[in-house]
């Protein structure tokens, strides 16, 4: 098996990902219907039923003696990893892919468990029906969905995980000032974050990714918060031998629906498939690990520059925060001022700045954003209690 030809990969892209799925508000209909159509192949079973009586289906492929379980979408508003899962599924059914395909089906078996929290999914919200975060209850397994990956993890003793998610678009990668459109993390199994052979599998597997990964998103891939969550799932599938990963899809400029990020997280997850099954990830230093810039915080959604509020000249940041729609086929989003000063050395998904800029209307930390910005007399932005009037 040779290297992973990502360009061409990604130059072909269009031609398998699964076109049923072109937004972020898949519902488990969709997914069942998916599952439905999958040829004999995949192997698929029940593996329980989340609170309000969802399927979770488990697909397994391939007759190899790793093990390797995906799963996504515990946090029912995540939607980018089931994006790619099933980007990933039409991707091993191409005969054009054959060489690749062959090799993780001959070493690895997959296990793949897509939408985790259907109910969430339903009404675009992180917790599940209980209003429980599915990923705070691995210790008390309160949750049926949380007690069915869990013993799904026990049963299969998986060699490696991947716990899908997607983390807030403020999340930028220290020292580019970019979104973090991916995040990467081997979760620690305790509070002095230690490693293991089993950890260190997985943050050698990380550096393929972010080999394989970052000629396409440039310093915007960083590596996600390294604290120890007694009760979240990766870092306990970490402590019980299975090396995982977390993967967090970020934002990206102009792609809100994340159809251009979930490319970039399926090529992510290819990447690592194509690492576990020919073994390259054993060549990998884990300093290349460790090198990989950390999240931070560094953006704003919007950044207004010189600006004179009150005789001071100053910098201003706006941020939303996006609700669920009634229908929960869209969301709405909520601006607010969220920053006033200083913010030369920080950054935004689109930012505003010229002598000749003015505000017209009231600018008023923590509060609704609420104003008109004019350029030579102009309006190019405007916003009424908080909901973006103009385009950006
Ligand atoms: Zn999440």
């Not at 697909?59 to 390797?68: A, C, L, S």
């Not at 400029?253 to 251009?260: A, I, L, P, R």
């Not at 990020?261 to 997850?269: E, G, H, N, P, T």
């Amino acid at each position: 098996m040779k290297n992973l030809n990502t360009e061409n990969i990604i130059k072909d892209y269009a031609t398998f990902a699964e076109s049923a799925i072109r937004n972020r508000f898949i519902k488990h209909k969709d997914v069942l219907k998916l599952i439905k159509q999958l040829p004999a192949d995949f192997k698929v079973t029940t593996a329980g039923y989340s609170v309000e009586q969802r399927v979770l289906n488990l697909i397994e492929w391939g007759n190899g003696p790793v093990k390797v379980f995906l799963w996504s979408q515990m946090h029912g508003d995540e939607a980018t990893g089931t994006m790619a899962l099933f980007d990933l599924v039409s991707y091993l059914q191409q005969d054009e892919n054959t060489e690749l395909v062959n090799q993780v089906k001959s070493v690895c078996t997959l296990y793949i468990l897509p939408l985790v929290n259907p109910d969430g999914a339903e009404r675009f919200t992180r917790r599940n029906a209980q209003q429980i975060d599915i990923n705070r209850d691995f210790l008390k397994t309160v949750s049926p969905e949380a007690k069915i990956l869990k013993e799904l993890q026990a049963a299969i003793r998986p060699d490696f995980g991947f716990n899908l998610h997607d983390q807030l678009t403020l999340w930028s990668v220290n020292g580019s000032k970019k979104p973090a459109t991916l995040s990467f993390l081997a979760p620690a199994f305790d509070e002095q974050l230690s490693n293991s052979p089993n950890r260190e599998r997985a943050m050698r597997v990380i550096a393929d990714m972010f080999t394989a990964v970052t000629p396409f998103l440039p310093g915007h891939i960083g590596l996600f918060d390294d604290e120890h969550e007694p009760r979240a799932f990766g870092d306990n599938f970490q402590l019980r031998g299975t090396s995982t990963i977390l993967i967090e899809a970020g934002g990206l400029v102009n792609d809100d629906e994340k159809q251009e990020i979930r490319k970039y997280y399926f090529l992510a997850i290819l990447a690592a498939l194509h690492s576990i099954s020919t073994k390259t990830y054993q060549q990998q230093q884990l300093a290349n690990y460790f090198d990989i810039a950390k999240n931070n915080k560094q953006i704003f959604h919007i950044l207004i520059h010189q600006i004179r509020l009150n005789g001071i000249e100053v910098s201003i940041g706006i941020n939303y925060e996006e609700k669920p729609m009634a229908k929960a086929g869209a969301t709405f989003k909520n601006y607010t001022i969220q920053d006033i000063g200083d913010m030369d050395n920080l950054s935004a998904y689109h930012i505003y700045q010229g002598a000749d800029l003015q505000v017209n209307g009231e600018v008023l930390l923590y509060e609704n954003a609420d104003f008109q910005l004019l350029s030579k007399g102009e309006i190019i932005l405007s916003f009424k209690n908080g909901i973006l009037e103009s385009k950006l």
